[in-house]
């Protein structure tokens, strides 16, 4: 029986960053059985040099109650990536099933206006002065990154969580390239 914690078995095995083309269709085969899998959408948000930035993500985790850590994952050529990396900090907040546009939005596709126009919702500062929360969101988190890793095309960041809120609303989920809510089944 393999050792788990063995130095000769490795812990994660990365992925080519560029399929060659006889692995094309299994890139495709891949992407076809992610838009399979529902996931809550959610805006993260940090701050930078020039004020706040947001962007939707759908790779978002909880990893931990104690201590509370979570995990997002971002492109690593967006802008986001850098500006979290120099910042430090971020806010994850889950959209509730009400805000398929805010989520538009900061996916830099907008229903109306402006790709990334932070004025496209409200926000609420935060009482210890941290990252404001999107009003109407189903949660929001505020955390500071404890750690980040490079994994192919992305950069799974995690950050141990300071401040919670609870929105009222159910989440908005994404599912087959179209939004959608929950729905209780039993």
Not at 20 to 30: H, L, Q, Y
Not at 40 to 66: K, P, Q, Y
Not at 99 to 108: C, I, K, L, R
Not at 148 to 154: I, K, V
Request: charged share 20%.
């Amino acid at each position: 029986m393999n050792d788990p914690a063995s130095p000769d078995r490795p812990m994660l095995a990365a992925a080519p960053e560029r399929p060659g083309p006889a692995a094309e269709s299994d890139r495709e085969r891949f992407i076809a059985a992610m838009r399979r899998v529902a996931s809550s959408v959610s805006v993260i948000t940090t701050m930078t040099e020039r004020g706040r930035m947001a962007l939707t993500v759908s790779s978002f985790l909880s990893i931990s109650a104690d201590p509370p850590l979570v995990a997002v994952c971002i492109h690593r050529k967006s802008p986001m990536a850098a500006a979290v990396d120099r910042s430090g900090i971020l806010a994850v907040h889950v959209l509730a099933e009400h805000q398929g546009d805010v989520a538009d939005t900061f996916a830099g596709r907008p229903r109306q206006g402006a790709p990334y126009d932070l004025s496209c919702t409200e926000w609420l500062e935060s009482a210890e002065g941290g990252e404001p929360a999107l009003a109407g969101a189903a949660i929001s988190l505020e955390g500071r990154i404890i750690g980040g890793h490079d994994a192919g095309s992305h950069r799974l960041f995690i950050a141990q969580v300071r401040q919670v809120r609870l929105g009222e609303h159910p989440p908005l989920l994404y599912w087959d390239r179209a939004y959608s809510a929950p729905a209780k089944i039993a």
